[in-house]
């Protein structure tokens, strides 16, 4: 593969794991490179991070694919092996061969100097070690990070660490937090290169579109709700409060400055227009009063759709101030008022766990959007106006239950709009006992399956 397609290939990569990078962008990595030397990595590294990285959380996700398309090294790589000074305590893996214990010995080493050097040339070595696979049957063999990351454990080495480190004097104006801080960011940072040097090895055999898209994790805002882990819900509900408060002071600009008028000022023109000679060259128009429109919002929280609703509900208990009034329905068969639970000044997290003891699901049920539909007809109907936007979030799948048409129609009718978020790729609608086509007649039905679209779909309510 020649520079230009490996550096094409690699932008097209860098598009579909959701860093948004422009044609202009990538004319500019391919000047930038023009100006280093092709033969330093990091340079390159750091010529293409300057001209495509935009957004500090796609930093991860360019490191790893970037490692992907310009690898450290090809084959087995390059190893040294030179003597270490047994000065560091090591700690943990008790009864492990000689072989093993030498070099946990120099990772524990290379972890208390920070030679990235070292650990590179370690986590090569202990991938072919301990995380290769030979292949059977003519069929190639395999790496795995996690099978070489459990044999040198090299978590309980920090322990070591910290005590060697304690026994010498410690630099002016540190503390233990922070040389454990130190210390544990280079353990994570060793986990990292025994994971890329998998990658890279897989990549040589099976090609860098198979790592990218089987094996490199996407963008944080473009992870699957309902595929999400627990690291990543994590990661997710620490990025919620400072997205939210971005979107908010987006929508409040937009209204501010997005359009200049309302309808036309015919007098004003005409009087302005007395001093180019009856001409009117510069129209005014009458201001536009921006309002804030009332948003209810009716949400599935069965199990299904339990990390979707989450971060839904999070968001919009962040943007309250946005709307002139906010109020918020869970269901599972029955439907719940939860506003008061998101009044403003509660913790978040609090107020998401009272709304799932509200709503608990009685066991052997489900949802049945149906009753849901014509049980809130009934007794909240009158919170629906013309200057309301209704916002529907769950996933449509109604248990084989009756799908009630006519009541989502009537509730549809009263409202200004009505948008259901759904968590489902689109291809999945209308599987098994979804019946997303036939509401998605009725209303406008758009897929959110990640933060990315989330955050698209709310701005537009507003």
């Given at each position: 593969m020649?520079?230009?397609d ?11 794991h959701?860093?948004?990078?422009s044609t202009a962008?990538?004319i ?5 490179l023009a ?5 330093d990595r990091?340079?390159?590294r750091?010529?293409y991070?300057?001209t495509?990285?935009?957004r500090h959380?796609d930093v991860a996700?360019?490191?790893?694919l ?7 090294a ?7 092996s ?11 893996a008790?009864g492990t061969s ?5 070099m946990r ?5 290379a ?16 991938l072919?070690?301990?995380?290769s696979?030979?292949g059977?049957?003519g ?13 040198l454990?090299?978590?309980?080495l920090?322990?070591?660490l ?5 026994g010498k ?8 937090t922070?040389?454990k ?5 280079r353990?994570d940072r060793f986990?990292?290169?025994v994971?890329?040097?998998a ?5 040589e055999?099976k090609?860098e ?8 994790d996407?963008a ?7 595929g ?8 997710m509900?620490r ?8 979107l908010a002071?987006?929508i ?5 400055h997005?359009?200049?008028s ?9 009087r302005?227009a007395?001093a ?14 921006p309002?804030?429109?009332?948003l209810v919002?009716?949400?599935d929280?069965?199990?299904?759709v ?13 943007l309250h ?15 719940h008022?939860?506003t ?13 766990a009272a709304v799932r003891r ?12 149906g ?5 809130f007809?009934d007794?909240h109907?009158?919170?629906?106006t ?5 916002l ?9 239950y ?23 790729p689109?291809?999945s609608w209308g ?5 997303a086509?036939e ?13 990315a679209?989330?955050?698209d779909?709310v701005?537009?309510l507003?």
């Open positions: 020649s520079l230009l490996r550096h094409t290939d690699f932008l097209a990569a860098l598009r579909e959701g860093i948004a990078v962008e990538g500019d990595a391919a000047r930038a100006s280093v030397d092709l033969l990091e340079t390159v750091i010529a991070a300057a495509l990285v935009k959380k996700v360019f490191n790893a970037f490692d992907l398309w310009f690898p450290i090809v084959g087995e790589g390059l190893t040294t030179s003597e270490v000074e047994q000065e560091v305590e090591v700690t943990g008790h000689p072989e093993l214990h030498a010995t120099e990772l524990a080493q972890l208390y100097t920070g030679d990235n050097a070292a650990l590179g040339q370690i986590a090569r070595r202990a072919s070690q301990y995380g696979f030979p059977s049957g069929n190639p063999g395999s790496w795995s990070p996690r099978a070489a990351l459990e044999q454990d090299p978590t309980t920090l322990a070591g910290m005590r060697t480190a304690e004097a410690r630099p002016l104006g540190t503390t233990a922070a040389t801080s130190r210390f544990t960011s353990i986990k990292q290169l994971t890329a040097e990658y890279r090895r897989i990549a055999q090609g579109r198979y790592v990218a898209d089987n094996l490199t996407p944080l805002d473009q992870v699957s709700f309902l999400a882990s627990q690291a990543d819900m994590a990661a509900r990025a919620v409060h400072p997205l939210a408060h971005q002071t987006r409040q600009r937009k209204r501010r997005g359009t200049r309302g309808t036309l000022d015919f007098r004003r023109t005409l302005s007395l180019t000679g009856g001409v009117p060259i510069k129209p005014h128009f009458r201001p536009r009063r309002h804030k429109p009332e919002v009716l949400c929280v069965s199990s299904s339990a990390n979707f609703a989450h971060f839904a509900l999070l968001l919009v208990y962040t101030e946005v709307f002139s009034r906010t109020r918020v329905f869970a269901f599972v068969r029955d439907v008022e939860v008061d639970h998101l009044r403003r000044g509660r913790d978040a997290a609090e107020a998401l509200d709503t608990l699901q009685l066991p052997g049920t489900g949802t049945d959007h009753r849901v539909f014509t049980d007809a007794k109907g009158d919170v629906l013309p200057r309301t936007v209704l529907i979030l769950g996933d449509a799948r109604n248990n084989n009756d799908p009630e048409l006519d009541a989502l129609a009537d509730l549809t009718d009263r409202c200004k709009r009505t948008l259901w978020l759904n968590p489902e689109s291809t599987t098994g006992d979804s019946v086509p509401y998605a007649d009725l209303v406008e039905m758009a897929e959110c399956r990640n933060l679209q989330l955050t779909l701005q537009s507003a």
